[in-house]
Each structure stands twice: as C-alpha cells, then as structure tokens.
C-alpha cells in the first residue's frame, strides 16, 4: 500500500510538491521529501570534492544542509526501470526500519532524472575503509571496538530477520555496507537489494544480486534467498573484521583465493595467532578471537540449514566474548554435508573466476 503511494509520487512530480507538506503530516515515518535546491545547496552542486564514494547504484556525496546537519546523499546514476525500483524499495525498506544498528534515513528526492536518497552521515565511514582502505594505517579499530562492531551489526541483522515485519532479508552485507557513527557504533547500510519476505515463505528463488566474495553457495548457485544467506555473508564478515583479509585474495599467478579457504588450515592446526591482524600487534583477547572464528566457521557452513540464526550468533557472540564464555557448538560433519561441499567447491571456483570488486578506495576522507 505505502508502497502504491510511493510510486503514485514518482508519477506526479508538481502534484507531489504540493502534497508534500500533506504527506509529511499523514505519515507517521520520520522522514522528509527534500527539494532539489536544498540538496543541491547542501553538496555544493554534487561538487567532486563532497564525493564520498561510489557503489553500484550511484555515487554518495558529503553534504550539510541549512540547519547545519550532516548528511549523506546518494545520487543514483540513471533511472533505469531496475533503478527506479531499487530506490522505491530502498526508500519503502528504510523507511519502516528504525533500529540502533541500521542507517537511518533522512529523506529523499524524486523529480525529473534525479533520484537521491538522504541519510545521516557517519563520520567514521565503512569498516572497508578501515580494514582495507585509506584508514587501515590509523589503526583505529582496537580488538573491543571490532567486537563490538561484528555484535551491533549482527543485532541490526537480528532486527531484519526477526523483528521487521515482514522479515527483510538484507542480500549485501560486507564491509562497505557497514558504517561507523561517531561513536564507532555499527550502522548496517543499503537496503536497496533487500526483498521483503511475507509471513510463511521459506525462501525465495530470485535473481543473484550481491557482492562476490560474501555470497552462499545456494544463492550464487541457484537464487535461493533465505535469511541464512546473510548469516553466510556475515560470517565472511567476522573473519574479515577480526583479520583483516579481503574476502577473496589474487595470490601470485593470478589464482584467488577466499577468506574461509585462507582460515580453514590455520584452525585445523589451532594457529589463531596467525589469523589475527598483525596491525593489533598481539593485542587481542584469544579465547574471544577462537570463539569469533568458530561462529564465523559455523556462518559459512555449505549446507544453509546447518547455520545458526542470527539470534544464535548474537548470543554466542555475546556469550563467547563477554565475561561468562558459554560454548559455541562444535562442526558435526555428516555425509549430507559433502553433497553441498561438492557443489560449494564449484562456487568457489566459480567466484575467483570472477573479476574481484575494486575496493582500492581512490576517495576523498573528509
Ligand atoms: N551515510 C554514509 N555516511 C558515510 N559514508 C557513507 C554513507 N553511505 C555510504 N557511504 C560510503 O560511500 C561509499 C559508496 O557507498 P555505496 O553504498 O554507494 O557503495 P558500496 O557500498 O561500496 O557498494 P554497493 O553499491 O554494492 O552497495 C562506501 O564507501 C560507503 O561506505
Ligand atoms: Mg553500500
């Protein structure tokens, strides 16, 4: 239904103007329909040095606004069908979700050529910057800050999966897609690639969106979408955040190689120290680094019915690095199991085919 407004608003540009202090007032969402002119005013005219970097849908611009807000817009690149309906459902998805972890959005726009979405600016970036990007150096990620990272985002991912109603699958979860508050509190981004899924539905059989490196097996494979998919995901995540590898390597030759291939010598010889980020210099807490890397293990099971939820990831988490440690689960393998690793070996394969996403972050840290 709110859906059926939205697109109502898209089609009717000058009615829209008007309406809009109507529809602001009839809502019950927070958010506020922006005019071209405040955003414009706001990035300086989309100026290249307000670029805060690009993703697939567009390019996300600094800005301030009158009142003195910080903000972040989102500039979509062209309005395509399949862009017009990213941004309605990025918009619609947003727009009902309000949680600590998740990016909150301020508003949009929508008139003409131009779609832009307004969030709040975080002024500590993405965990990509810093595992990976212009901000690896300063090392401001110490090992409680990760672990209270990995726990925040995996709370928003219990709101998604649980809590929303209906239940959101998220479908990007990565580095880039998890953004840091002044506070260096987890705010999980961009919804544009979520579904929502009706009461009842076990999973849906979709097209394969996402980012290589992060996707489950039964989503690259053959669409299946699940809230397991993101537990995948996230899994790929913690080892990511406590090693600070890249999802998928280019080793010498050419030949690539993912984080789960990477970690899976190292626990089997019980090598931990050698998994950690030698930027933390030793300064780590190990019965916490060995409980986050078998949740990770569990996440990134083959078979999507042997991962836990996300609830379990968070009360293990909170369980295996908080004062009192509770055991994680041991890896049962049973003969299913190989089935999936049969096919799992061919994903993978699959995947380091693939060109590996640039994340050499050219951009501007304001
Ligand atoms: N609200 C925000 N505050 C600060 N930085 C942001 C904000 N939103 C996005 N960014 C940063 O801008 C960059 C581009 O984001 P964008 O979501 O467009 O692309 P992406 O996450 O890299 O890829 P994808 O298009 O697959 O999501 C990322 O580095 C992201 O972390
Ligand atoms: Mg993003």
């Excluded at 069908?81 to 998740?102: D, Q, S, Y």
């Excluded at 832009?116 to 401001?140: F, T």
């Excluded at 397991?228 to 050419?254: N, R």
Aim: charge should be positive; proline fraction near 3%.
């Amino acid at each position: 239904m709110q859906f059926k407004c939205f697109s109502c608003f898209l089609c009717d540009k000058e009615q829209s103007e008007i309406q809009n202090e109507k529809e602001k007032k009839k809502r019950d969402y927070p958010w506020e329909i922006y005019t071209l002119k405040e955003l414009l005013r706001a990035t300086n005219n989309f100026h290249q040095d307000n670029k805060i970097g690009e993703g697939g849908f567009g390019s996300v611009y600094w800005g301030r606004t009158s009142k003195g807000v910080e903000i972040a817009v989102k500039r979509l690149k062209m309005m395509t069908a399949k862009a017009e309906m990213e941004f309605a459902v990025e918009v619609e998805v947003l727009g009902r979700v309000r949680h600590k972890n998740l990016l909150g959005l301020r508003g949009f726009y929508a008139g003409g050529e131009e779609r832009l979405i307004v969030y709040d600016y975080m002024p500590n970036h993405s965990l990509l910057n810093h595992l990976h990007g212009q901000l690896a150096k300063d090392c401001l990620l110490d090992w409680p800050r990760r672990m209270s990272i990995a726990i925040g985002a995996a709370e928003g991912l219990v709101y998604l999966h649980h809590e929303a109603n209906p239940h959101i699958i998220h479908r990007d979860i990565k580095a880039s897609n998890v953004l840091l508050d002044s506070e260096f509190e987890a705010k999980v981004a961009d919804f544009g690639f979520a579904k929502l899924i009706p009461e009842g539905v076990s999973h849906l059989t979709t097209r394969v969106k996402g980012t290589l490196g992060y996707l489950a097996p039964e989503y690259a494979m053959w669409g299946k979408v699940s809230e397991s998919c993101d537990v995948y995901s996230f899994g790929i995540l913690l080892l990511e955040i406590v090693s600070a590898k890249k999802p998928i390597e280019k080793l010498q030759g050419g030949v690539k190689r993912d984080i789960v291939q990477w970690v899976t010598p190292h626990v089997q010889k019980g090598n931990f120290t050698h998994i950690v980020d030698s930027k933390l210099k030793g300064r780590f807490d190990l019965e916490q680094l060995k409980s986050v890397i078998m949740i990770a293990i569990r996440c990134t099971e083959s078979n999507p019915e042997k991962r836990p939820s996300m609830v379990e990831v968070v009360e293990w988490l909170k369980g295996g690095i908080g004062r009192r440690k509770k055991e994680i689960p041991n890896l049962i393998h049973t003969n299913e199991d190989d089935k999936y690793e049969e096919n799992y070996g061919e994903i993978r394969r699959t995947q380091s085919k693939l060109k590996i996403p640039s994340d050499d972050d050219k951009l501007r840290i304001r």
